[in-house]
């Protein structure tokens, strides 16, 4: 398979800080990450690529594909709309077991299983793949923006090629 990126370590020290500022910010960083998979599968593209900051890095390993490298908010654009615009199936993303690994005063670093789904039909579920999200994240002008996006996909959903010549943009592309 592709090479793995550097995934976000994890703090497991158990380790309580009572300063409200840092639990205000805790809080915010939470619902910010969760807000990525509603705002993803109810299409609301305007406040889901604000999450982003304008220089965000995104990538993407999956098995088999090879691990896609992009760098700037509208590469991300551009491939979300390459990725979502044909696609009628509502997908629900899922995020489990959220977990913030570091975070100070302007940057955090968390992770979150992930879950992608469909209900093709009324009598079914179909699970359609599952991974990792990593988030860096940065405070800029007092709100929390992802700036690494990099997703660690477990197994290919049905083939969806991501030309670079569909795309306008440049983007690294690292075949398995």
């Not at 998979?37 to 088999?64: H, K």
């Not at 030309?163 to 690294?172: F, H, K, S």
Request: hydrophobic residues 45%.
């Amino acid at each position: 398979g592709p090479r793995k990126l550097r995934m976000t370590e994890a703090d497991s020290s158990g380790a309580a800080n009572a300063d409200v500022q840092f639990l205000a910010d805790r809080l915010a960083i939470l619902n910010h990450l969760t807000a990525c998979a509603y705002l993803i599968d109810e299409r609301r593209w305007d406040a889901w690529f604000a999450l982003f900051s304008d220089d965000i890095v995104f990538e993407c390993t999956v098995p088999g594909f090879g691990t896609i490298h992009a760098e700037g908010k509208a590469t991300l654009r551009a491939i979300t709309e390459l990725r979502y615009g044909p696609t009628t199936a509502m997908r629900r993303h899922t995020m489990g077991n959220v977990h913030v690994a570091s975070q100070s005063d302007t940057s955090a670093e968390a992770r979150a299983y992930l879950l992608t789904s469909t209900v093709p039909a009324a009598d079914r579920l179909e699970m359609l793949t599952s991974g990792v999200f990593n988030a860096s994240l940065r405070k800029i002008d007092g709100c929390w923006r992802i700036t690494r996006w990099y997703i660690e996909i477990d197994a290919p959903l049905a083939h969806s090629p991501v030309p670079q010549e569909a795309l306008g943009v440049t983007l690294r592309f690292e075949p398995a």
